[in-house]
């Protein structure tokens, strides 16, 4: 069993050899993760906290009211993900060069990346 990653990176550069969209998703990855949790999959989440199982053997079996909340999520994230390889093509040399240095986005980064997910899910919709 591997252990779980730091989020983010304790070091960087997370690794060598890394391409550079790989190191500007591994920079923005905190914020996609809470960019991806809806404002109805969080509050939710909240609820089915505190929710006992209420499927008979759910608790033996694994089985979590999450499953709702982390499906959303995860059409979230890959929206997000794919906008952030698109957006990263974007960054001039020097924004990448900190990027590579330092971990740093610039500061229109993330809310770009944002827009433009909510964007292809519109797309996606047919809208």
């Known amino acids: 069993m591997k252990p779980p990653a730091a989020w983010p990176p304790a070091a960087w550069p997370p690794g060598h050899g890394l391409a550079d969209h790989r190191l500007i998703f591994l920079a923005a990855k905190p914020a996609l993760l809470v960019l ?3 404002r109805l999959g969080l509050l939710m989440s909240v609820f089915e906290r505190g929710a006992p199982n209420t499927t008979r053997g759910g608790g033996s ?4 009211g999450r499953d709702m909340t982390t499906e959303g999520r995860g059409e979230n994230m890959r929206s997000l993900v794919l906008a952030c390889d698109e957006v990263g ?3 001039t040399a020097d924004e990448l060069a900190t990027v590579r240095a330092s971990g740093q986005l610039p500061a229109w980064f993330v809310p770009a990346v944002h827009a433009h997910a909510r964007e292809l ?3 996606r919709r047919g809208r």
């Open 121 to 123: 899910r519109r797309q």
């Open 61 to 64: 079996r694994g089985i979590a």
């Open 36 to 38: 991806s949790q809806s």
């Open 89 to 91: 093509e974007r960054l």
